[in-house]
């Protein structure tokens, strides 16, 4: 299994991270990198074909190492995962493990904006305990 590599940054769109930045702001995560990841996990989970992200334009947030060493596991071992499960070949370096990462966080969070449309931090909160649960 490929890993990120822990020198390399998360990179949202202008979109994306205009979207953490009020996640944040509504202190509904303590981080934007947070909230990146969590979109990148539901949509992992929801089976979101993330095909039509675009990799361009992007903005650096953080690199990957600040992540906890559990939740960087968990992202790489979905990604893995999900390509075996639709009969894709793996990736093939540490790039393409974040470049999928990259794309199923930014299909997270197109779909987490559409669910939390005009809800309130702490709704956001307990709907994200709901999910969890």
Do not use: C
Not at 107 to 130: C, F, H, P, S, Y
Request: cysteine-free; charged content about 35%; overall charge positive.
């Amino acid at each position: 299994m490929k890993h990120m590599n822990k020198e390399m940054k998360f990179r949202p769109t202008a979109t994306a991270n205009s979207y953490l930045k009020r996640l944040k702001k509504k202190e509904v995560f303590d981080r934007a990198v947070d909230a990146y990841v969590f979109a990148a996990a539901y949509a992992l989970k929801r089976d979101v074909n993330p095909s039509q992200v675009s990799l361009n334009h992007r903005h650096e947030l953080v690199k990957v190492g600040i992540l906890d060493e559990d939740v960087r596991l968990a992202l790489e071992a979905g990604v893995h995962a999900i390509v075996k499960r639709h009969g894709k070949p793996e990736p093939k370096d540490s790039g393409s493990v974040l470049d999928l990462v990259t794309r199923y966080a930014e299909a997270g969070l197109e779909l987490l904006e559409e669910r939390w449309e005009g809800k309130t931090g702490v709704q956001i909160q307990d709907d994200i305990r709901k999910m969890i649960a």
